[in-house]
């Protein structure tokens, strides 16, 4: 028998910007798809309507995208319309799904409408605390019929619709990340799968829509491991194939805390904004809980769907390593063509209000980048690499005034002037700018500090900083001509 397409899932309860692990959850899931020739489904956990905005559907989409995470199923991410053939994909779409569901467990003895009140359940459990046992919820002394739940229902009243935990025995299963995993049933009591205000419950919602959707494997965090209890009893009592679950260990600080927002930024978004790249993302939280067979640490993403296989799942906590995603991020800029780079180090530049002509030369580009991509971990390191090729931005810094103080600087400035005016063209080399300082040093009788910094505060309005020959090949002569006329200005 032909075995069964893979088709997993992402199931995000979308409140903010996706988080790294999330992010990591979706990528394991991605390239388990991809690496089994699968399906890989985008499904939205939007039950809880309060936490679970429009607005932060949108925004994990678009970390997703970012990440360039792409599903086969699931709201399409330009439009958001259901994509593929078992929507709707949003669990606020599918309610009349669960209640059907519900009625059937109810139909079938397996769940029952509970009208206690929330005091009376807490009395209950306060009472099974006191004796000495768990503090879990059977079925009430009387059972309310369906029928005669409905119309008290009907009348105003209200009820939850309640699991019914009949069996007392051990639940086990093979997890794909942990190995064998056993629950026995009484760690749960007969829990609720549609609230008393009608909104259905995340284990309840997500059985029957992997169920449904038909996910032949389920990969999620460490802290689902326990709802997998109530979800098996659910598969069975529906009479459902139950999918293979892994388990992904935790993300933890460098502290050995769960990742959280005290470990600074932890959202895809946050490393967006800070210059990192997806790709570099991308791969370090691919190893943050897996391993490569063949041991590689940087793979493209055609190896990444290659050798992505559950075996190499990590058992231990991953630990988030910063100083790794650093040197990630500096391989991956190094490595992209400068037509590529220069088309992510833009917006960086323009949001520092940084507008540079000479970019708009292809030539000058790739001359820049080369220069300056070895300084760069990510994008944000690049406003202040281009800073002093801005002619806008040029300005004497406070320490430049001791240098305007000398006999010698005016000298300088002449001679570097009337040695820009005769250079043959617009640019110079990093032997001519040498050149061209000899020639300076000679005309203005100037040497050490009182050659250096003058033409240094001539090229970027600073004494110290920068090195000149990396700058002067990167600004046209016409630029070093305006500020080298501002300093005789001023001189
Ligand atoms: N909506 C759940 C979450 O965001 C998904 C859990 C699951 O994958 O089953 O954690």
């Not at 319309?81 to 799904?97: A, F, V």
């Not at 284990?203 to 389920?218: K, P, Q």
């Not at 390191?381 to 040029?394: C, G, H, Q």
Request: aromatic content about 10%.
């Amino acid at each position: 028998m032909a075995s069964k397409k893979v088709r997993v899932r992402f199931a995000p309860s979308p409140t903010g910007y996706l988080h790294v692990g999330g992010a990591r959850t979706a990528l394991y899931n991605y390239l388990f798809a991809k690496h089994h020739k699968g399906d890989f489904i985008l499904r939205v956990e939007d039950t809880d309507l309060e936490r679970s905005t429009e607005e932060s559907m949108r925004m994990q989409i678009q970390d997703l995208k970012w990440l360039d995470i792409r599903w086969d199923e699931g709201p399409n991410p330009e439009t958001l319309q259901d994509m593929g053939p078992h929507g709707p994909y949003r669990q606020s779409q599918r309610k009349h799904i669960y209640m059907e569901h519900a009625e059937r467990l109810v139909q079938a003895g397996k769940a029952y409408y509970d009208f206690r009140t929330d005091e009376e359940l807490e009395k209950i459990k306060e009472a099974h605390i006191a004796a000495g046992r768990s503090p879990q919820v059977g079925p009430p002394d009387v059972m309310v019929s369906a029928d005669e739940a409905k119309k008290r229902i009907a009348g105003g009243e209200k009820a939850a619709i309640r699991f019914r935990v009949a069996e007392v025995r051990d639940y086990t299963f093979v997890d794909l990340v942990r190995g064998e995993v056993t629950f026995p049933s009484d760690m749960v009591g007969d829990f609720v799968c549609i609230r008393s205000n009608g909104m259905p419950v995340y284990n309840f919602c997500c059985t029957i829509d992997d169920a449904l959707m038909e996910i032949t494997h389920v990969f999620r965090a460490e802290e689902h491991l326990s709802n997998t209890l109530r979800q098996m009893m659910l598969y069975q009592a529906f009479g459902y194939e139950l999918p293979k679950f892994g388990h992904l260990s935790f993300i933890l600080g460098p502290d050995r805390q769960k990742l959280s927002k005290r470990h600074g930024a932890t959202s895809v978004h946050d490393y967006e904004e800070k210059g990192y790249l997806p790709e570099a993302l991308n791969n370090f939280v691919l190893l943050s809980g897996w391993s490569a067979p063949s041991g590689d640490e940087v793979l493209s993403r055609e190896e990444q769907i290659r050798q992505f296989t559950h075996e190499r799942f990590n058992t231990a906590a991953a630990v988030f390593d910063n100083t790794k995603l650093e040197w990630m991020n500096s391989v991956y800029l190094r490595a992209l063509p400068h037509d590529e780079l220069w088309r992510r180090v833009e917006p960086f530049l323009k949001r520092a209000g940084l507008e540079i002509p000479m970019a708009e030369d292809p030539a000058w580009r790739d001359q820049a980048l080369t220069t300056f991509k070895s300084y760069m971990t990510t994008l944000a390191d690049a406003p202040k690499l281009f800073l002093p090729l801005a002619d806008s931005k040029f300005a004497f810094t406070e320490d430049s005034k001791e240098v305007f103080a000398w006999p010698e600087s005016k000298k300088v400035w002449e001679a570097w002037k009337e040695q820009l005016e005769k250079h043959p063209s617009d640019r110079i080399t990093e032997a001519e700018f040498n050149a061209l300082q000899d020639t300076v040093k000679n005309a203005a009788g100037a040497k050490g500090k009182t050659l250096f910094q003058p033409i240094r505060v001539a090229v970027i309005g600073q004494p110290h900083g920068a090195e000149l020959k990396i700058l002067v090949p990167l600004l046209p002569k016409s630029s070093l001509l305006k500020r080298v006329e501002q300093c005789l200005k001023n001189a």
